[in-house]
């Protein structure tokens, strides 16, 4: 088995020594054994520190990506828990491409002032309605495209 220093590991992987260090404080890779002061490391590790910066750019906290280890190093993922995370981030994919197309209608927008653009004043309710919470017993009204803006495919006001 190949090992790799702990400044060869750092090199490949893109992650700080003082990080990697930190990791193994917290149980998410295992050095394998030491080459003088300097730890040592499997070639697995480096899928490890992938996996664990996929984990964080999903939101996952390094708890979470924790447990997603087994006692091995070898990933052992929660399908369920990477499904919810997914669900999570198509919404926000979808709060952020209406928040995009309300500034791309605002710069575009020909009217003499926003607040007499209907096109704007619909965007904004919209904002408005989902920015509010959710309250317990009623329905979510969700709408996928606001009315009258034909789903950002031109048309409309402008």
């Known amino acids: 088995m190949d ?5 060869v590991l750092s090199q490949h992987s893109g992650v700080p020594a003082s990080t990697l260090r930190y990791y193994e404080e917290l149980g ?5 054994a030491r080459h003088g002061l300097r ?3 499997a070639e697995q590790t480096l899928t490890q520190l992938t996996l664990i910066s996929l984990g ?9 990506i924790k447990g997603m280890f087994g006692e091995d190093g070898q990933p052992d993922l929660p399908r369920s828990t990477l499904q919810e995370r997914a669900d999570s981030l ?4 979808h709060r ?6 309300t500034l791309r209608h605002v710069a ?3 009217a003499p002032s926003h607040m007499q653009c209907p096109r704007f004043q619909s965007l904004l309710r919209v904002a408005q309605r989902d920015a509010a919470p959710e309250h317990p017993g009623r329905k979510s ?3 996928k495209t606001p009315p009258g803006s034909r789903g950002g495919q031109g048309g409309g006001h402008k």
């Open 141 to 143: 009204r969700l709408r």
């Open 96 to 101: 952020l491409a209406a928040l995009r197309d």
């Open 3 to 7: 090992l790799l220093d702990i400044g």
């Open 108 to 110: 575009e927008c020909s």
């Open 39 to 41: 730890r040592q490391y």
């Open 56 to 64: 964080k750019a999903a939101g996952f906290s390094l708890v979470e």
């Open 90 to 93: 198509d919404r926000q994919i």
């Open 28 to 32: 998410l890779i295992k050095s394998c």
